[in-house]
C-alpha cells in the first residue's frame, strides 16, 4: 500500500534548463493534483489532472510550465527554461474521486533548486 | 476566488498546554476545511476535517470548529506533545464536487518539552 511517491525528492537545475517532476498516485486513484510551496509559505494550487486529461491549470504559469498525466505512467510536471523563481517545492497529491473531501493523500514532494 | 487567512503563523507552548489555531475564509459556498500537518521534510497530512452541516468535530486530543456564519474556523490540540511540532495548515474547499483546495499559509507550532 505505498502512498504517492514523488521523485526525484531533490532537483538542482541551472538557469535555462529543463525541471522533470514525477508523481505516482495511490494505486486506484486517477485524480492528481500539483501544489507548490515556496519557503515559508502556504500551497499554491497549480493543476489537476484525470487519467490523460487536464481538468483545471488555472493556476499554473502559461509559459514554460506544462503537466501530464498519461494513461501508462506517472503524472509528470514539467518546467522549461528554469529560472531562480522556480525554486520551491513541488507536491503532488491524488484522490479516489475528485474533490478533496474524498481525502488528499501527499506525496514528500520534489524540493528543485535552480543555480 | 476563495481566500484563507491563517493565525498564528508562529506559536509557541508548553508540552501539556493546549494550541489554537484559527483560519477565515471568503467564499460562502465553501463547505469542505480540512487540516494538515506537514513534519519537516514530508509532504502534508490530513489529521481531521469538518463539513458545514457540523459545528465541531473531535478526535482524541484534536478538535475543529466551525462558524458559518462568521466563515472562520479552528483547530483546537489539547495536552500537546513534542511530536505534535509542526506546520500545520487549514484549507476550504466545496464538497459538492471538484474545486480546487485553497490553503491558509501555515502556523508553525513548536512545543517545548
Known amino acids: 500500500n505505498a502512498g504517492v511517491m514523488q521523485n526525484p525528492r531533490h532537483l538542482v537545475r541551472r538557469r535555462g534548463q529543463e525541471a522533470r517532476l514525477r508523481c505516482s498516485p495511490v494505486?486506484?486513484?486517477?485524480?492528481v493534483y500539483w501544489y507548490r510551496q515556496l519557503p515559508e509559505e502556504g500551497l499554491k494550487f497549480m493543476v489537476y489532472?484525470?487519467?490523460?486529461?487536464?481538468?483545471?491549470e488555472s493556476g499554473m504559469p502559461k509559459e514554460r510550465f506544462s503537466a501530464e498525466f498519461p494513461k501508462e505512467g506517472p503524472s509528470i510536471l514539467r518546467i522549461q527554461q528554469v529560472v531562480r523563481g522556480d525554486s520551491a517545492a513541488y507536491f503532488c497529491?491524488?484522490?479516489?474521486?475528485?474533490?478533496?473531501?474524498?481525502?488528499?493523500?501527499f506525496g514528500s514532494g520534489t524540493r528543485l533548486t535552480v543555480v | 476566488g476563495e481566500n484563507v487567512e491563517q493565525h498564528p503563523s508562529t506559536l509557541s507552548v508548553q508540552e501539556g498546554d493546549s494550541a489554537v489555531i484559527k483560519c477565515t475564509y471568503s467564499?460562502?459556498?465553501?463547505?469542505?476545511f480540512p487540516w494538515y500537518k506537514q513534519e519537516l521534510g514530508k509532504g502534508p497530512q490530513l489529521i481531521i476535517d469538518?463539513?458545514?452541516?457540523?459545528g465541531e468535530k473531535k478526535d482524541q486530543r484534536i478538535a475543529v470548529t466551525l462558524n458559518k456564519t462568521a466563515k472562520h474556523f479552528s483547530l483546537h490540540i489539547t495536552e500537546t506533545q513534542p511530536e505534535d511540532s509542526a506546520v500545520y495548515f487549514c484549507a476550504a474547499s466545496w464538497a459538492g464536487g471538484y474545486q480546487k483546495v485553497t490553503f491558509g499559509t501555515g502556523t508553525k507550532l513548536q512545543v517545548i518539552p
Open positions: 467564499d460562502s459556498a465553501s463547505n469542505y
Open positions: 469538518i463539513r458545514s452541516n457540523v
Open positions: 489532472l484525470q487519467k490523460e486529461n487536464i481538468i483545471d
Open positions: 497529491a491524488s484522490s479516489p474521486e475528485s474533490g478533496a473531501h474524498y481525502g488528499y493523500t
Open positions: 494505486k486506484g486513484h486517477s485524480h
